[in-house]
């Protein structure tokens, strides 16, 4: 991934707090016929592990080595940036669109785990994750055994052992003060997916500045 230095997520705690955040991954490996092969998956990543699973159905598992090259790409919130929210428009005019966003790449090698048990727990795992502070969070065992037992033997374990980490915050770093302002205050303005988002990470980012 192009990260130039101003762009680099430094902080290991903060690029592993954004891919529990989203909880999904794009998988990416290569197929039999040289061109890449995706699927989105929701993963766990503990230490250097993140565990997923994914349908028995899809080609993409079928004829990985073991310990076979993979890509996750977790993607965080993204959004438009118009150049006319930049102070420096009114001073020379000299501004141009751009995109904001952050995101996660984890370089890693995968296992293919067909394992009832492992299945089993790694459903169960990520299960009390995204169930986790709900009124009445449902569990694996609410479901009929038998129902549940059909339904592992439908996916199929990913095991990826992370090899590179690289976080990107694209937040307008490289502007001036006023600009990045100019930024959050248009992010505010609109109703999309992900502006609010980019806009307090932005804020964020500023306030960390000036703390420093």
Not at 18 to 41: C, K, N, S
Not at 50 to 64: K, S, T, Y
Not at 99 to 121: F, G, I, K, M
Not at 146 to 172: H, M
């Amino acid at each position: 991934m192009y990260v130039p230095a101003y762009n680099a997520m430094a902080d290991e705690a903060g690029i592993r707090a954004l891919v529990a955040r989203v909880g999904a991954a794009e998988f990416v490996t290569v197929g039999a016929d040289g061109f890449p092969v995706a699927t989105l998956l929701p993963v766990l990543w503990e230490h250097d592990t993140v565990v997923a699973h994914m349908a028995r159905a899809n080609p993409q598992w079928q004829g990985l080595e073991p310990d076979a090259p993979a890509l996750l790409i977790c993607s965080g919130p993204q959004a438009y940036v118009s150049p006319s929210w930049y102070a420096a428009k009114a001073e020379h005019g000299r501004v141009v669109p751009t995109w904001n966003y952050s995101s996660v790449h984890l370089t890693a090698t995968v296992r293919v785990h067909e394992d009832p048990e492992w299945l089993r727990d790694v459903v169960t795992r990520l299960t009390e994750r995204h169930e986790a502070g709900r009124p009445e969070p449902w569990r694996l065992t609410d479901a009929p055994e038998p129902y549940v037992d059909g339904q592992l033997r439908g996916i199929v374990g990913l095991e990826f052992t992370v090899r590179r980490v690289e976080g990107k915050a694209k937040l307008s770093q490289n502007r001036s003060e006023a600009d990045r302002h100019g930024v959050v205050a248009g992010l505010r303005t609109e109703n999309l997916s992900g502006a609010t988002e980019v806009a307090d990470a932005m804020a964020a980012g500023l306030a960390d500045q000036r703390a420093k």
